[in-house]
Antibody
Framework: QVQVQESGPGVVKPSETLSLTCTVS????????WSWIRQSPGKGLEWIGY???????NYNPSLKSRVTMSIDTSKNQFSLRLSSVTAADTAVFYC????????????WGQGTTVSVSS | QSVLSQPPSVSGTPGQRVTISCSGG????????VHWYQQLPGMAPKLLIY???YRPSGVPDRISGSKSGTSASLAISGLQSEDEADYYC????????????FGGGTKLTVL
């Protein structure tokens, strides 16, 4: 069974770039579409985007100008970069995927909290 | 403001049946399947219903999903204390080259 674990810096300064990594175990990263989903404190879920190992990406239109995703198949890792962060980007970030279809997430990481603060 | 609209909260007593609504538009619920997630406090979301009405293995059959037009519903019968959680609907939206949209979430309280 595939498992995922997010990792990141914890705190990022305003205007800087947030970088997160999702490490995949139990299966090849090439077998799934990979998404990042975030949840601001006390708020709902927001899909950031997905990527496939072929290089195919699809980003949330509201974040597209600031988002870059990448996959390292040699390390079985999936990464997110979010530029020009503000306090509004403070959230728990989840790495998620599924075996059914690209918009169904039945595998989630535990999430990593990122605070944007000077 | 979420693209899909859910009531902020619903409540019920043990054994009761409750429903959570999810309202969208033609580009999302009206054209695509709806999925539901349960999030317990401090935990990652868990897939509860996919493709509008299908349950993943391990989800009890007292939980069901349905859709009509641009609205969907999640029903939980035989309410139990462990059902107290936040519930989110989600769907693919065909607008702007396509993307995933979520509802704002509904807090279910078991009285």
């Amino acid at each position: 069974q595939v498992q995922v674990q997010e990792s990141g810096p914890g705190v990022v300064k305003p205007s800087e770039t947030l970088s997160l990594t999702c490490t995949v175990s139990g299966d090849s990263i090439t077998n799934y579409y990979w998404s990042w989903i975030r949840q601001s404190p006390g708020k709902g879920l927001e899909w950031i985007g997905y990527m496939y190992h072929s290089g195919t990406t699809n980003y949330n239109p509201s974040l597209k100008s600031r988002v870059t995703m990448s996959i390292d198949t040699s390390k079985n890792q999936f990464s997110l970069r979010l530029s020009s962060v503000t306090a509004a980007d403070t959230a728990v970030f989840y790495c998620a995927t599924g075996s059914r279809q690209v918009d169904v997430f039945d595998i989630w990481g535990q999430g990593t909290t990122v605070s944007v603060s000077s | 403001q979420s693209v899909l609209s859910q009531p902020p909260s619903v409540s019920g007593t043990p054994g009761q049946r409750v429903t959570i609504s999810c309202s969208g538009g033609f580009s999302n619920i009206g054209s695509n399947a709806v999925h539901w997630y349960q999030q317990l406090p401090g935990m990652a979301p868990k897939l509860l219903i996919y493709s509008t009405s299908y349950r993943p293995s391990g989800v009890p059959d007292r939980i069901s999903g349905s859709k009509s037009g641009t609205s969907a519903s999640l029903a939980i019968s035989g309410l139990q204390s462990e059902d107290e959680a936040d519930y989110y609907c989600a769907a693919w939206d065909d607008s702007l080259k396509g993307h995933v949209v979520f509802g704002g979430g509904t807090k279910l309280t078991v009285l």
